[in-house]
């Protein structure tokens, strides 16, 4: 059984397997999905409803029928009709676990990658930790469809069904049932008021406290070389106070209510009970119906006693679904889904401004430059000049707030992921290598062609390197596997940046952990890159791997201070250098900041 609609392809058929990264849809299909699997569960829910009146109905035919006729025949048919239900009824209580598994798959399926992307979009704005969020929150989701707590209401929308037996033994008992059911329906809406504010609030405080220390473990070397942890437990103990002080209260307030609600649900039993053998004394109605009346309000009544106990589970798989839905609509929205062929044409960067969203005072303050193929650009400038935010804008993981960076005339930040990532290296200043193997590292976890990885691999000066390893380039990295220095990593992170011989290349502080051997392979990687026609961006403290660059651009405070060719912009460097030594030493001091 499948709740999605027939015509979408499967993710596997997709192109490249690709995401679709239409927001809207993704979110209309989840929703399509959801609804679709309710109703299939609801109907479900209908038949077993009805079963569930086999005890109840046999009780009251046996009674009724049996003992007054004595006939055995009559009770053998009975007994077959009866057993027959509750093997029907068996067979459909499965049939609606697998519905809401089916359900499950399904909605994990249509909101998986496009949530992953959205994780990620997330994680480069506000870190992996509140990026992870997203998939928890998944997978909050598929444990509620896949457990015990969403089948309540779907009971409970069948009360008429029960109310109507109920009315055709007695209107008595009819009317009864109604009070009871509005009464628990009263206490069910009374609970949510009481329930559904602190829930939000606990989980928030709590998701806060989770992102606090998977951010801080992450840094684990740090806090255990330096004895920080006892500091970093009382913060934790603290903020998880306040997390589980409003997570008591809603368990109290969800618990209390529910106490009350079945102890609403007993009385009103009793009640009923005492109607119905009023009722027999009255000679109105038949003890087996008295009986039958009383077990059919328990049946009634159950399902609304558990949406009281559940409805705390229902409040967090809406607030789950509605944080997804919003970070997809946030995140996904405006990016291409179609893929762009390879461009080969001019980097162009337009009056391009760009400020962390929320900040108000911009990082980079209209940046403009042009690089042609084959040419190498420099980009050097003091400490938070924003020399790596502009190399995030130029490969589109960060977007711009004004203006714009084009390859072709294309925007880097709409293009499509995939094609864009086909044409473009980057060396971010923080080398992370993911969990796999060194051909995977450098083939980008695809797939790759072992010749394009031997290739990136030689470019980058790391073969030799990765032949003395373990395993060599089936050798294990990440998490608890082979451990490689920082120079290694870094330089296995420019093997997978020169995979694929890419268009655009960005190397943020490539040369941060490297020898003299590294450095000099790393220079001759970026030669060979321009030379087979690609556009070098290349970013460093140290001037000295700066000697093939073509052009240079001094960045200083989110603005160019100066741009053009290599020689040109040294030499006007130089001679400011110059022009300051050669003012009196008060002067001089001045111009530094006035430090003596
Ligand atoms: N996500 C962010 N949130 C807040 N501020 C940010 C963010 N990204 C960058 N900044 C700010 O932008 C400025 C420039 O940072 P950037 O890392 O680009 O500098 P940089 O020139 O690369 O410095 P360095 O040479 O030390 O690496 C810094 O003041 C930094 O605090």
């Known amino acids: 059984m499948h709740f999605g609609r027939k015509n979408l392809p499967k993710p596997a058929e997709s192109k490249g397997a690709r995401p679709a990264l239409d927001a809207k849809s993704v979110i209309r299909e989840a929703r399509y999905t959801f609804v679709r699997g309710l109703g299939w569960a609801g109907v479900m829910s209908g038949f077993i409803n009805v079963l569930q009146l086999t005890v109840p109905l046999f009780m009251l035919q046996v009674h009724d029928r049996v003992i007054n006729s004595q006939s055995t025949d009559t009770l053998k048919l009975l007994l077959v009709i009866a057993i027959g239900a509750i093997i029907l009824y068996g067979i459909l209580d499965f049939i609606r676990a697998l519905i809401f598994q089916e359900m499950a798959k399904s909605l994990l399926r249509r909101l998986n ?66 009070i009871a059911v509005l009464t628990l329906i009263g206490l069910s809406l009374l609970g949510d008021l009481l329930v559904r504010q602190i829930t939000k609030e606990a989980t928030d405080a709590n998701l806060r406290n989770i992102g606090d220390i998977g951010s801080t473990v992450s840094n684990a070397e740090a806090i255990e070389a330096m004895g920080m942890l006892p500091a970093l437990a009382m913060r934790w103990r603290l903020s998880q106070q306040h997390a589980s002080e409003l997570l008591d209260i809603g368990n109290a307030r969800s618990k209390g209510m529910y106490s009350v609600s079945r102890s609403a649900r007993f009385g009103m039993q009793i009640c009923v009970l005492a109607m119905g053998a009023y009722l027999v004394i009255q000679g109105e109605t038949t003890p087996g119906a008295m009986i039958g009346g009383t077990v059919i309000m328990g049946r009634l009544l159950l399902p609304f006693d558990n949406v009281t106990r559940d409805w705390r589970a229902w409040v967090s798989a809406l607030s ?32 391009l401004v760009y400020a962390v969203p929320g900040a108000n005072v911009p990082v980079l303050r209209g940046i403009n430059f042009n690089l042609n193929p084959g040419e190498i650009l420099g980009v050097v400038g003091p400490s938070a000049a924003g020399k790596s935010t502009l190399s995030r804008v130029l490969v589109g993981a960060a977007k711009p707030t004004a203006g714009g960076v084009y390859l072709d005339g294309h925007s880097t930040y709409l293009w499509e992921r995939g094609s864009f990532g086909d044409m473009v290296g980057y060396l971010p200043q923080s080398v ?18 072992p010749r394009k990885v031997i290739d990136a691999a030689r470019a980058a000066g790391v073969h030799e390197m990765i032949g003395r390893l373990p395993l060599g380039y ?54 060979q890159a321009a030379d087979a026609g690609a556009m070098v961006v290349l970013i460093a403290h140290r001037q000295n791997i700066m000697q093939y660059a073509h052009k240079l651009l001094v960045l200083q405070e989110g603005r160019v201070k100066q741009f053009g060719e290599r020689t040109d912009v040294i030499r006007s460097m130089t001679q400011d250098d110059d022009n300051i030594k050669s003012l009196p030493t008060v002067k001089r001091n001045q111009h530094n900041g006035g430090a003596a």
Request: charged share 20%.
């Open 113 to 178: 990658l496009p949530a992953i992307s959205a994780a990620m979009g997330v994680a480069l704005e506000k870190g992996s930790v509140q990026g992870t969020q997203v998939l928890r929150d998944l997978s909050d989701l598929r444990t509620f469809i896949n457990g015990n707590t969403i089948g309540a209401p779907l009971e409970a929308i069948w009360a008429p069904i029960f109310l109507g037996v109920m009315f055709a033994l007695h209107p008595y008992y009819g009317i009864a049932g109604l």
């Open 320 to 351: 789950s679904w509605g944080r997804i839905r919003n970070i997809l609509e946030e995140r996904q929205s405006e990016r291409e889904i179609e893929p762009t062929p390879r461009s080969e044409g001019p980097l162009v960067v337009d009056n």
């Open 432 to 449: 992370s290598l993911l969990n796999g193997t060194i051909r995977e590292n450098i083939g980008r976890m695809r797939h790759a062609n």
């Open 474 to 527: 089936d050798t294990p990295i990440g998490a608890g596997r082979h451990t490689l220095s920082g120079g290694q990593q870094q330089r296995i992170a420019l093997a997978r940046a020169l995979y694929g011989w890419p268009r655009l290349l960005v190397l943020d502080e490539p040369n941060a952990n490297l020898d003299a051997e590294g450095e000099a392979s790393l220079l001759r990687a970026v030669k």
